[in-house]
């Protein structure tokens, strides 16, 4: 036997964390840590920073991983501080105070759903505008003292990480995120175990553990299927926010619905009110049937209409390429067992998602949760009436303007998105008690009084710090991935916190149209070369890791950006989060935004910019097309001039030359004695005090409890009275009216809009008399005509207005209806009569959409 001189095999490394154990006099510190109030309140994140400087910036700001990562010396200097322990002590105290305040029980409580949430960005569940959107709502419901609890997916490796090659490639990069140095919390079960949800697909048992996010007084929970109890194909399901192909996705949305009101089941959670953000959640509605049915001995048509009554859809997408359609195989495989355990033909199941019912359509999740939510709303005013249009083939006896969607425009969390110095401004100038007002727009009209040198400083205190943060930030990255040093210092040193900074950075989309600027390049040379009025253009934004589309466009900026010309005046950061967004939203001093008509369901970028006296230049689209005011920023037309998209792209682009030179780059240069702009202050503090206030979360929230909330909640505590006993009689004249729906008869109808018809000799002339025999109907019918200008060209028809008929006699099953009014539109119309059913206990038209066209 040869005897070698070494051997080994080869050692299995496994992760061990070494960390002091934190002194009880501190411990209050971990349950700040904890709760993401901290997020958004400067007193206790200055403290993290003071606690420890260089550990606070080494965690990324991260108040657990930094906590962890002390030695026990550094405990001690901190328990010796006297000053340091007073200023812990007293942001305990107010974190007390803020959590002891209790719900408002006047309002109902709320469920919230949402695939995605930003909350900060060290919590890798977001990846742009809708996640934004659901994290800034959960922190103005703990604002708001709502009684909320919301429910997503713990993503393990989150959104990309993004850096770029030397020419421009976008590189998307998969970090997994390690649970135990994120602030959440695993919940336990009364053995102090892990508690552990099991959602029944098809096949199989996936398990699920659940994880809390403290925000405020609410929570968050999470599920997170990457366990050994998994097979490896369901461990994934829960890896990659809107990663993996289409069955991961259904999957996906399987576990968020599904999942979703199971978990809330487990955890012993009602609440009055179940909301989904988005068409990924509709699979709530599901369960909640098969709940209402299984638990409470409802038929399905019974637990719709309970289901129904306290759901609220919220649709973020304005074209209908952009919702989640499904190959009917896919939803069989997922949905065929829930389907039979509910007890109804699967025919009936995939017609809820098809607009138009008996077709081969795919399965459509928004239209699923259109058919089982009473309300439904677009976020921005321009995009209610695109998703009217959007959505009229689902009731196709009504046109888009009679249709009950609704809308609520997003706004942002200003005690997230309004930096430190200009909270600071407001508390100096407001008080304390405006983040309780902050719709208030008396109090915003207090900016008039802050004087023009107070707030040119402080932007150019928050301009120095965005260029002190791309250096700080950028500088070595940029040194690593790209080929010349020289260069990345010439960008740098020229980075001019003095010049005029424009900003324009998001998802990198090819319909937000980033390259209009690029459409001239030796007239926007000319624009950022000229040394008495410099220009710089700043851009940041992710594409979609499939959307080969947004990230040539990003290839094609980074190369017109190294061309010498527009070194140093154009830049591209890269890997935009929330610290980033949160840099150049406050740090520019025009945000720019540029997307193609009707396509911005509303974008909140502009209007965090906004709260930092940041003054917008958009396209008149999303919430800018309400929130645009004259010399308070300024707007590129609404309208199209061109059916083209090329031309109309050109022609944007001219104005947004021609804006920049006649109008925004002199009026920012127009320095006076004491080196700035007193138009351009007058600017800004007209943006602040009439666009600010009205694009608020507190005015959101406000909102959809004033227009949705309340009168759900109201709706669904009368159809659950009395074991449900409204309900059921609401369902049984539905079923009694479908079912003798085709069998009403029309007996006589006389109608001249515009003359006088004589019926009877003893009455007086009318404009037209309708009669019908409703036979074996249970309950009224309503007679209407609808006044259109029809176009035998389209074969479209432009809705001008409807009237109503006046029942004025019942004689048995014989119904006469009358009108007496006239048609005062001047001009060549058309009309039609359609009858519909009528009932006061239903909510709206589109509750029970059923039509008949008479003639």
Known sequence: MIIKSSYSNTPVWRDIHVSAVLPDELKFLEEIAHNLWWVWNEQAKDLFENLNTEEWDKSLRNPVVMLRNLNSDEFETILHNQQLMEWARQTYASFKEYMSKPYDTTRPSIAYFSMEYGLTHILKIYSGGLGILAGDYLKEASDSCVDMTAVGLLYRYG???????????????????????LPIE??????????????????????????????GRINL????????????????????????????????????????????????????????????????????LFDYMNDENLSFNEALEVVRSSSLYTVHTPVPAGHDYFDEALIGKYMGHFVDKMGIPWQQFMDMGRANPGSQEKFSMSVFALNTAQEANGVSKLHGKVSQEMFQPVWKGYFPEELHVGYVTNGVHLPTWATSSVKALYEKHFGLSFYQDQSNAEIWKKIY???????????????????????????????????????????????????????????????????????DLDRLSKIVNDPKRPVQFIFAGKAHPADAGGQNLIKHIVQIAARPEFLGKIIFLENYDMRLA?????????????????????????????????????????????????????????????????????????????????????????????GYSTEWIQFIKKSMTEIAPNFTTKRMMDDYFNRFYNKLADRSKKLHANNYAKAKEIVSWKENMAANWDKFEVLELHFNPIQRVGIKKDEESVYGRVVIDKKDMIGDLGVECVMVDYDSTENKAQFIEKYEFELVKKEGSILYFETKKALNDPGTHQYALRVFPKNPDLPHRMDFAYVRWIS
Do not use: C
């Open 159 to 181: 959104y990309f990480t993004q850096t770029l090659s030397v020419d421009g490639q976008q590189i998307a990069k998969y970090e997994a995120q390690n649970f135990g140095n």
């Open 186 to 215: 695993q919940v336990m079960d009364d053995q102090n175990n892990p508690l552990i949800l099991e959602i029944p697909f098809h096949d199989r048992i996936v398990y699920s553990n659940i994880w809390k996010v403290a925000i």
């Open 221 to 288: 929970y999470l599920m997170d299927t990457d366990m050994g109890a998994n097979s490896e194909f369901d461990r994934s399901i829960t890896h990659h926010l809107y990663g993996g192909d289409w069955e991961n996705r259904m999957k996906q949305e399987y576990l968020l619905g599904i999942g979703g009101i199971l978990l809330l089941k487990k955890l012993g959670i009602k609440k009055d009110v179940y909301h989904m953000n988005e068409g990924h959640a509709a699979l709530i509605s599901a369960q909640r």
């Open 449 to 519: 009084n802050v004087p023009d040198d107070e707030l040119w400083n402080l932007r150019m205190h928050l301009k120095n710090k965005l260029v002190d943060y791309i250096r700080e930030e950028f500088q070595e990255g940029w040194l690593k991935n790209q080929a010349d040093p020289s260069r990345i210092m010439t960008v740098l040193e020229q980075i001019n916190p003095d010049a005029l900074l424009i900003g324009f950075s998001r998802r990198f989309a090819t319909y937000k149209r980033a390259h209009l600027l690029f459409t």
């Open 582 to 674: 949160k840099r150049l939203i406050s740090g520019v001093d025009i945000w720019l935004n540029t997307p193609t008509r009707l396509q911005e369901a509303s974008g909140t970028s502009g209007e965090k910019a906004e709260m930092n006296g940041v003054l917008n230049l958009s396209v008149l689209d999303g919430w800018w097309y309400e929130g645009y005011k004259p010399n308070a920023g300024w707007a590129i037309t609404a309208e199209r001039t061109y059916d083209n998209p090329e031309f109309q792209d050109e022609l944007d682009a001219l104005t947004i030359y021609s804006l920049l030179e006649n109008e925004i780059i002199p009026l920012y240069y127009a320095r006076n004695s004491n």
